[in-house]
Structure formats: C-alpha cells, structure tokens
C-alpha cells in the first residue's frame, strides 16, 4: 500500500520522502496521546525512526507509561524510558506547588533535561547534532502552535521534526481509526494523556477526572504532598493558579517551551480545530 494512500492528509509524498530522508538518529517522542500516537506509527512506519521514547516526567500516570509501552510493542520498536532527574516532591515541597508563570522552569526539569540526556546517549553532542526527535505537534492545536510549529525545526542538540504538522483533527482520528491503532483510555475517561500533572496550567477538577479515570494512586500522591504543605498559602495547593496579563506575556518569550506539552497552554482549547486530546 502506498503512503498516499494511507495518510492522504500528508501534504505531498514528496515532503513524505524529504522527511524519510534525513541523515541521522531519528527517536519518536510518545507522550501517549493520540497526535503523538499517530505521529509515532508515521515516524516508524513510514519515516526512519526504529526507537521510540517515553519521557518520564514522575508526575505521570502509570496507566499512561503502560500504553506507550504497548505502543512500542504494537508498531515493533524498541522503547527507551528516560526519567527525569528532579523530584517533582522536593521541587513542590521547596517553592510551592507551580503556577502558570513556573510552566517553563517545570517544562526544562520534567522534559528538556531528558531530551539532553536523549541526546548524551545519541552522541548528539553540540551544533549540528544528528539525532532528530518526531513530535506529534499540529499547527491547529493552538494559536501559539500556529505561529511557530514547522515541520522541521533545526535546534543546537537536535532537530525538532513535526510529520503531522499540517493535519487537522479530524485526519488524525481517521487515520488512527483506520489502521486500528492502539488506544488509550485516558483519552476518553481523561480527556488528555497522563504524561505530566504538574499542574501549572491545570485546575484542581483535573484530580477528580483522574480519579474517575483509575489514577488514584497519582491522586493520592498529589493529595499528600498538598498535606505536607500549608493549604492557605497561595502555592499550597496543587494547581491553585489563574493567570494574569503579565504572566500571559511572559509566557510567549519561549516559544518552544510548549512543544512537548501540548495539554498545557494559556489559549487551549481554541476556537480552531486542534483540542486538549494529543
């Protein structure tokens, strides 16, 4: 079968061969959602990539590693879980639970960390690094998205490559529907994947979704790290934070923040087809 015909939403078959082939290390990025679903099986079955990765960010569900993990054996590739450094316990029980403002200092000890560590045992060492990372990032999950998500995306350590940056929702669930890939889920008892709760763009209903979902150890866990804290204090609780004007703004200086959180952001959902399901 050719890739036109599966995956007719994919811009030409031309870009299809361009991405296909690039030189070097190619990992797919599996936060267990559906766009990175899809990307994932595009990544192995029709791009270059033979090794999958699961980012480990501590605060996630286990229901949700154990999907990745069926990915990885469903699709035939070989799976690397990369658990961050930090303790998400001390962070919180040092600073507070984060708010939106702490989004990017959060992002950088649950995530980007691991993408170096990815790349240490890559041998992606300083510019020009060959190891290129397959997200499933989309142009129309949010504004933000809209204005800075490429389709590849050349960084100091590594490359950013986005296979379904110009599909829509709907060609995401109709190619995850036809070639009957594995589901999770948390997409429907959730809304989301449970990859990260560190809430800093969260709201304290997220935890009775969660525990609707079968995440009650994840719950439990948050529950008593908020009783190790002072409740009244404005950071005590898990997910406390609206965000003001000025942290709108503060938020935009790092575009790239955001690329692997795609649950998380000041303007999702949006009036746009993309969604809160990645």
């Known amino acids: 079968m050719q890739t036109s015909e599966v995956a007719p939403m994919a811009t030409d078959e031309s870009e299809q061969r361009d991405l296909h082939e690039l030189d070097g290390t ?64 001390e962070l919180v029980e040092e600073h507070g639970f984060p708010g939106p403002s702490q989004h990017a200092k959060m992002y950088t000890a649950l995530k980007e960390r691991q993408i ?33 998500v490429e389709r590849v995306q050349q960084r100091d350590r590594w490359t950013w490559v986005a296979p379904i940056h110009d599909w829509t929702e709907q060609e995401v669930r109709r190619y995850h529907e036809r070639l009957r890939l594995p589901t999770n889920h948390l997409w429907s008892t959730l809304g989301r994947s449970g990859d990260c709760f560190c809430g800093a763009f969260g709201s304290p209903e997220e935890l009775i979704d969660a525990e609707a979902a079968g995440c009650e150890r994840l719950v439990e866990q948050l529950s008593d790290l908020e009783d190790s804290l002072d409740r009244d204090h404005e950071r005590g609780r898990w997910a406390w934070g609206g965000m003001s004007p000025v942290e709108q703004r503060a938020e935009r200086v790092d575009d790239e923040q955001m690329l692997l959180c795609s649950d998380c952001g000041p303007d999702l959902p949006t009036a746009t087809d993309g969604g809160r399901d990645d």
Do not use: Q
């Open 116 to 148: 170096g560590r990815l790349a240490t045992l890559t041998n992606g060492h300083g510019n020009g690094s060959d190891l290129h990372l397959w997200t499933g990032v989309r142009l129309r999950e949010s504004r933000n998205r809209m204005a800075h």
């Open 26 to 89: 190619h990992v797919a990025l599996c936060s267990g959602g559906r766009e990175s679903t899809v990307a994932t099986h595009v990544a192995v079955r029709w791009g270059p990539c033979d090794i999958i990765a699961y980012l480990d960010t501590g605060t996630g569900a286990e229901a949700n590693k154990r999907f990745v993990e069926r990915v990885a054996d469903a699709f035939g590739a070989t799976l690397l879980t990369i658990r961050t450094p930090e303790d998400y316990s």
